[in-house]
Every structure is written in C-alpha cells, then in structure tokens.
C-alpha cells in the first residue's frame, strides 16, 4: 500500500505564488510517475503536471510557462511550485502516483489552493 501526504496549499492574491508538496509512503516502485492533478466545483479532474521517475515532464497548457514541477527520488516527494497564480487556478489540487504500467494508482486527500483576485 501507499500513502500521499500532500501540503502547502492555501489561500494568496493573483499573481502570487504557492509551493506543494507530497510525500510518498509505503511500497514505492523505482519505476513510477507522479503528479498533480486538480478539480475546480462542477468541473471534471484534470491534469496539472507530471513527472516520471527518469525525470521527463509534462504540463497542461494551462500552466506551462507558470508552474514547475519537481521530485526528490531519494525522499519519495514531488514539488509543484505555482507562480503568477490566477482565480482559474483556484480548485482542490490532488497528488497522484502511478506504478507498475498505472496498474497502481494512488491518490492524496488533496489540497485546497484559493487564488482571490
């Protein structure tokens, strides 16, 4: 079993900025990929960025340009650092974490991040 331990959501101004973590515990497999996903009310869970454990990327276009994301191998956590947030931005920010070819898929309790304007 695995366990998401995610923080550093909150509450900031448009054009702030906001740093996510998640931890990872538990059966971690060398070989995964991890993410952020998020859901605004009455919209669909959508995907924010992701980062595979040989360290490609991949960002909604949404977010490129404006937010990076990270992960630290050796501590099982990856980074979403948020800048120039905007209102849209504002939703229920969940970390993901997929092994075993995605036949392993692991959710966090998620994060609310509110971006006022």
């Known amino acids: 079993q695995v366990q998401l331990v995610e923080s550093g959501g909150g509450l900031v101004q448009a054009g702030g900025s906001l740093r996510l973590s998640c931890a990872a515990s538990?059966?971690?497999?060398?070989?995964?990929?991890m993410g952020w996903y998020r859901q605004a009310p009455g919209k669909q869970r959508e995907l924010v960025a992701r980062?595979?454990?040989?360290?490609?990327?991949n960002y909604a276009a949404s977010v490129r340009g404006r937010f990076t994301i990270s992960r630290d191998n050796a501590r099982n956590t990856v980074y979403l650092q948020m800048n120039s947030l905007k209102p849209e931005d504002t939703a229920v920010y969940y970390c993901n974490l997929k092994q075993g070819g995605s036949s392993f898929d692991y959710w966090g309790q998620g994060t609310q991040v509110t971006v006022s304007s």
């Open positions: 980062i595979f454990s040989g360290g490609s990327r």
């Open positions: 538990g059966s971690i497999f060398s070989i995964n990929v």
